[in-house]
């Protein structure tokens, strides 16, 4: 089992940048794939960007890509989300999430969930 605390949330202006951190506990995270999701008010949760067990296969929605970067380092069992261009749009809260599997996309893969960090991004 492993368990998520994430980061790096905040407030910041259209245009500006954040690095979100997640934190795994355990000495197996390099086992895991990992996501970040979110979820905006009165909206569904919503995926953002994969990695695999290695950093070597990543995917993102269609709405993020070139803006957002997801990496990971496994010698610190941390998994990042750099945020770049933020408009309103992106914000929501963020989770990250920890699966055994393959990458995959769907919130209902992932086993394995942090409390959150909320992301908001002023007009």
């Known amino acids: 089992q492993v368990q998520l605390v994430e980061s790096g949330g905040g407030l910041v202006q259209a245009g500006g940048s954040l690095r979100l951190s997640c934190a795994a506990s355990?000495?197996?995270?390099?086992?895991?794939?990992m996501g970040w999701f979110r979820q905006a008010p009165r909206k569904e949760r919503e995926f953002v960007a994969n990695?695999?067990?290695?950093?070597?296969?990543?995917d993102y929605r269609d709405s993020v890509k070139g803006r957002f970067t997801i990496s990971r380092d496994n010698a610190k069992n941390t998994v990042y989300l750099q945020m770049n261009n933020l408009k309103p749009e992106d914000t929501a809260v963020y989770y990250c999430?920890?699966?055994?599997?393959?990458?995959?996309?769907?919130?209902?893969?992932?086993?394995?969930w942090g409390q959150g960090t909320q992301v908001t991004v002023s007009s």
């Open positions: 990695i695999n067990w290695n950093g070597g296969t990543t």
């Open positions: 999430a920890a699966t055994l599997s393959s990458i995959r996309v769907l919130p209902d893969e992932y086993p394995y």
């Open positions: 355990g000495r197996t995270f390099s086992m895991y794939a």
